[in-house]
């Protein structure tokens, strides 16, 4: 970033994008790259609003040259990027998948969305590998991007931690990924609607969220899908093993393990992520909630491992020590065997200019007592809390 409107990046011949060069609801007339190289959005995606505009202003860079779907899908993959700042690469992600989404939406077929979501899937298998933990505090902490596509990178990033200590094949995982990053393609605008709203559901909302398992498995079939893993846990996403989900009242075995791991992290990310008009759930609200009500929607023994595998303190859980510090949770287990903490605030409540890392286990002051009742604004940024 840093970059001025009409500079040009070196390391290609690509130029920023510039005012009167793209409008919402016109198609682009180029392929568009973010400063990493990265393919955001195809030559005919449609700019679907203002905010999109100013976004694609800020971050894209145009090439005069089309691409072939192969280049273009090689330009696409995001592990190069893994080792840098994780915060940086989920945003990078959040903003693909919303290219890749609207691509499927608009039925555009210039690059396969299936090799597109699945090297997003394969970035966020790198990004657990390289830190979990931050990943993590993403999950709970990162809010600003829109919600629609930060709650799947969240959602698929919480499959793979949860998958990975069940052991499942990574080839396995990547399906559940790529259905976690696109199982909600068919209701995408509705779910930017909904965190907004805190009326009840009416009627027309009602249906659409009924009938979008299914329809995303149709457009995801439509686009190029051939996955039979990754289309069956998209339209199994909401089924319960006690019969009472939907679309199909599926019950027990018949619901797939991934679709019961998928539909127990979109429903937890959900609780634990706040809305305009409320804050988000505190964590171990939310995790008793799995531990006594949705175990029984998703298997019991899938519910404790997630509940084992976030811990009571998960990264970006927002927490008070015994000597009255406030602090965020950065990683679940330091040398001493307890939660390593960045402290933001003194007893008095006074935020610290900077934050003062902590190790849980390394005195009793430090221990943690509880979790904060109203986690609020942070004054540090995620990179600043995790030191990158
Ligand atoms: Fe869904």
Same mark, same amino acid.
């Given at each position: 970033m840093g970059a001025t409107d009409d500079q040009t990046d070196h390391q290609d011949d690509r130029t920023r994008v510039r005012q009167g060069e793209i409008a919402a609801g016109r198609p682009l007339l180029w392929d568009v790259y973010d400063d990493s190289g990265q393919l955001l959005l195809s030559k005919g995606y449609i700019v679907v609003n203002e905010r999109q505009r100013r976004r694609l202003l800020k971050e894209g860079l145009r090439s005069a040259a089309s691409l072939s779907p192969e280049a273009g899908s090689a330009a696409a993959d995001g592990l190069s990027e893994v080792g840098g700042n994780p915060f940086v690469t989920i945003e990078q992600l959040t903003l693909r998948l919303e290219g890749v989404l609207g691509t499927i939406r608009q039925q555009g077929v210039d690059i396969a969305p299936q090799q597109r979501i699945r090297k997003l899937g394969r970035a966020i298998q790198a990004l657990c590998d390289y830190d979990a933990d931050a990943s993590l505090g993403a999950a709970h902490l990162k809010h600003d991007t829109p919600y629609p596509f930060r709650h799947s990178i969240h959602t698929a990033l919480l499959c793979e931690q949860v998958a990975r200590r069940l052991n499942w094949p990574r080839l396995t995982r990547l399906s559940i990924i790529s259905a976690a990053l696109s199982c909600n393609v068919a209701m995408t605008e509705l779910q930017a609607e909904l965190v907004e709203q805190a009326e009840p559901l009416?009627?027309?909302?009602?249906?659409?969220?009924?009938?979008?398992?299914?329809?995303?498995?149709?457009?995801?079939?439509?686009?190029?899908?051939?996955?039979?893993?990754?289309?069956?846990?998209?339209?199994?996403?909401?089924?319960?093993?006690?019969?009472?989900?939907?679309?199909?009242?599926?019950?027990?075995?018949?619901?797939?393990?991934?679709?019961?791991?998928?539909?127990?992290?979109?429903?937890?990310?959900?609780?634990?992520?706040?809305?305009?008009? &409320?804050? !988000?759930? +505190?964590?171990?609200?939310? =995790?008793?909630? %799995?531990?006594?009500?949705? @175990?029984?929607?998703?298997?019991?023994?899938l519910a404790q491992m997630f509940i084992k595998e976030l811990g009571i303190?998960?990264?970006?859980?927002?927490?008070?020590?015994?000597?009255?510090?406030?602090?965020?949770?950065?990683? &679940?287990? !330091?040398? +001493?065997?307890?939660?390593? =903490?960045?402290? %933001?605030?003194?007893?008095? @409540?006074?935020?610290?200019?900077?934050?003062r890392h902590r190790d849980s286990g390394e005195k009793e002051q430090f221990a943690i007592k509880d979790v904060h009742p109203s986690p609020g604004s942070l004054p540090f940024s995620l990179s600043r809390l995790w030191s990158y």
């Amino acid at each position: 970033m840093g970059a001025t409107d009409d500079q040009t990046d070196h390391q290609d011949d690509r130029t920023r994008v510039r005012q009167g060069e793209i409008a919402a609801g016109r198609p682009l007339l180029w392929d568009v790259y973010d400063d990493s190289g990265q393919l955001l959005l195809s030559k005919g995606y449609i700019v679907v609003n203002e905010r999109q505009r100013r976004r694609l202003l800020k971050e894209g860079l145009r090439s005069a040259a089309s691409l072939s779907p192969e280049a273009g899908s090689a330009a696409a993959d995001g592990l190069s990027e893994v080792g840098g700042n994780p915060f940086v690469t989920i945003e990078q992600l959040t903003l693909r998948l919303e290219g890749v989404l609207g691509t499927i939406r608009q039925q555009g077929v210039d690059i396969a969305p299936q090799q597109r979501i699945r090297k997003l899937g394969r970035a966020i298998q790198a990004l657990c590998d390289y830190d979990a933990d931050a990943s993590l505090g993403a999950a709970h902490l990162k809010h600003d991007t829109p919600y629609p596509f930060r709650h799947s990178i969240h959602t698929a990033l919480l499959c793979e931690q949860v998958a990975r200590r069940l052991n499942w094949p990574r080839l396995t995982r990547l399906s559940i990924i790529s259905a976690a990053l696109s199982c909600n393609v068919a209701m995408t605008e509705l779910q930017a609607e909904l965190v907004e709203q805190a009326e009840p559901l009416n009627d027309v909302q009602w249906d659409a969220i009924q009938a979008h398992p299914r329809r995303g498995y149709e457009m995801l079939l439509g686009a190029g899908v051939s996955d039979p893993l990754w289309l069956q846990v998209v339209i199994q996403h909401h089924e319960c093993i006690n019969g009472r989900g939907y679309p199909a009242g599926a019950k027990g075995e018949e619901v797939l393990p991934g679709a019961r791991l998928l539909g127990l992290a979109d429903r937890y990310h959900a609780m634990v992520t706040g809305r305009s008009y &409320r804050n !988000g759930m +505190l964590v171990k609200n939310a =995790l008793r909630r %799995i531990f006594l009500d949705i @175990g029984q929607e998703v298997g019991s023994s899938l519910a404790q491992m997630f509940i084992k595998e976030l811990g009571i303190y998960p990264p970006g859980s927002i927490v008070q020590l015994a000597n009255s510090e406030k602090a965020v949770v950065i990683r &679940r287990k !330091g040398e +001493l065997g307890g939660p390593m =903490l960045a402290c %933001i605030a003194n007893s008095k @409540g006074e935020h610290y200019a900077r934050p003062r890392h902590r190790d849980s286990g390394e005195k009793e002051q430090f221990a943690i007592k509880d979790v904060h009742p109203s986690p609020g604004s942070l004054p540090f940024s995620l990179s600043r809390l995790w030191s990158y």
